[in-house]
């Protein structure tokens, strides 16, 4: 019977992060993705010369995956845009008041607004992220922001930063510190779109040893035990759709919540089963253009102020084709309110005819999707705990992805967990003489 040190499942970011960091400290790693390609949602689909992510995708510098890949050696090529652009209100564009000329000359705030928009944009720049705001972002808005007006900007850019669509809920440290980020180290826009990030972790990873196979799902993990003379080992079967068995010390789960009770043997009783009642996905509706050029060229970058959309053109800082066309984007935020495909189509498309009039006659590809989950968990008020990096009732089964972050958002909590998980799995296996340190080194 073949044993591995660690079988990860899911080959999106999350379990190419863990694949990664368990190889590099020496452990016998296996990945597996049922998926026909890996990725997860960070693939990028090439459609008529055009490189178009699932959504607008960008990577936050000062976030903990852009450390993490560079801490691997697979930091991505591409560009942070300038931080200009428009805001959308009443179907007429303004421009954003991100600069001290645009702010001045902004028709969207009175005088009152301009310096407390200032003055808050200074303090979330500096902002102190070891004493990050406690309770809902609503509840930090309220107290601390005066006018209405500037409170729905800073909402937008949260939403921007976060994708989440619900202050009332959305704890406030976690998005005000993501917000820092963008303020500090900017987005950065990926040459080739995220499936490249995914194939630079994925050939290191292989060429220290991994192993990894697509469309092999996973249909069962279930704990074994052995006794021993003075112990009882234990270690995992895992099952695959297609019937063939392995068996693992460790396993990480670098799937969603949802998935994860359902491949584990026995999960209700464990805190899988209330890591994905507390779960609230994130999801939103994406129109994914690519477009020969923009009829609009001034219009680059929107953010909806009284709707919640988002509009990029995400060629004007990566390379994005290979014939001189644009991957453009554009998106609702559902926030709590019931995804409809046909309006939420209808109201991208709505929204496309005032930001670029004319943009069908531009077309090269066009991607739709209605309903796609952006994270499947995220800091909020109504979670009782932060997930993972440990499943507390079963040894050695370990939890990753973008619903496991502790503080961590979208993809920084996607690797962060996926580097815990590591760091606990090596923390607690039972290391050869000399071997602990070279791992805590090594990670
Ligand atoms: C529209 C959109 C825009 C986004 N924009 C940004 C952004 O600008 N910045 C940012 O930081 N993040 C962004 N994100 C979020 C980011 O894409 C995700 O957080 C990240 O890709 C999630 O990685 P993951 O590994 O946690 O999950 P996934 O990518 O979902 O990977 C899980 C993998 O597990 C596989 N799997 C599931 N079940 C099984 C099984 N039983 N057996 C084997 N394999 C299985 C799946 O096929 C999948 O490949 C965006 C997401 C979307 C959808």
């Known amino acids: 019977m073949e ?10 970011m999350s379990g190419w992060v863990a694949a990664a960091y368990a190889v590099k400290a020496g452990q016998r790693v296996m990945l597996t993705e049922k998926a026909r390609m890996f990725g997860g949602r960070a693939l990028t689909v ?13 990577i936050y510098r000062d976030g903990e995956c852009f450390h993490i890949l560079n801490e691997l050696g697979a930091t991505p090529d591409g560009n942070v845009p300038a931080m200009a652009g428009h805001m959308l209100r009443e179907r007429q564009l303004h421009d954003l008041p991100g600069s001290p000329i645009s702010l001045m000359t902004s028709r969207l705030l009175s005088v009152r607004g301009k310096v407390e928009l200032a003055r808050i944009l200074m303090s979330l720049k500096k902002l102190d992220k070891r004493n990050l705001p406690q309770g809902s972002l609503k509840d930090w808005a309220e107290r601390s922001i005066r006018e209405p007006e500037v409170r729905h900007m800073i909402y937008a850019l949260c939403r921007t930063a976060t994708f989440a669509h619900r202050p009332e809920i959305q704890s406030a440290g976690p998005a005000l510190r993501q917000v820092n980020h963008v303020l500090n180290g900017g987005a950065l826009y990926v040459n080739g779109g995220w499936s490249s990030i995914i194939e630079r972790l994925r050939q290191t990873a292989m060429k220290a040893g991994v192993r990894a196979e697509t469309g092999k799902a996973v249909v069962s993990i279930t704990r074994q035990t052995s006794a021993q003379p003075n112990s009882v080992e234990s270690f995992y079967e895992i099952r ?18 949802t998935e994860c009770y359902k491949i584990v043997s ?5 805190a899988l089963e209330r890591w994905c009642r507390q779960a609230r996905p994130v999801t939103t509706a994406c129109l994914d253009l690519g477009m020969r050029r923009l009829p609009n060229p001034k219009v680059q970058f929107v953010m909806g102020l009284d709707s919640p959309f988002l509009f990029s053109n995400q060629s ?3 390379k994005l084709s290979d014939n001189g066309g644009l991957a453009v984007h554009i998106l609702k935020y559902h926030g709590s309110s019931q995804p409809d495909a046909e309006q939420d189509k209808a109201d991208l498309e709505r929204t496309m005819d005032i930001l670029q009039p ?9 991607q739709y999707l209605p309903h796609i989950t952006v994270v499947h968990d995220y800091a909020h008020t109504e979670r009782m705990e932060a997930p993972g ?31 815990r998980a590591v760091v606990e799995l090596l923390n607690r296996s039972i290391p050869k003489q000399g071997e602990y340190h070279e791992y805590r080194r090594t990670i």
Do not use: C
């Not at 004319?358 to 066009?366: D, H, S, V």
């Open 240 to 257: 695959f759709a297609d019937g063939e068995v392995r068996y693992a010390n460790a396993v990480i789960l670098a799937v969603p919540p």
């Open 389 to 419: 990096p440990a499943v507390p009732e079963l040894p050695n089964l370990y939890i990753a992805g973008d619903w496991a972050g502790h503080g961590e958002l979208l993809v920084d909590a996607a690797a962060a967990s996926a580097k």
């Open 3 to 12: 044993m591995w040190d660690v079988a990860v499942i899911g080959g999106g």
């Open 316 to 318: 004007r800082a990566a």
């Open 46 to 58: 090439h459609k008529n010369g055009v490189f178009l992510s699932l959504g607008a995708h960008a």
């Open 266 to 270: 026995g999960s209700e009783k464990t």
């Open 358 to 366: 004319g943009w069908r006659k531009e077309l090269q590809a066009t």
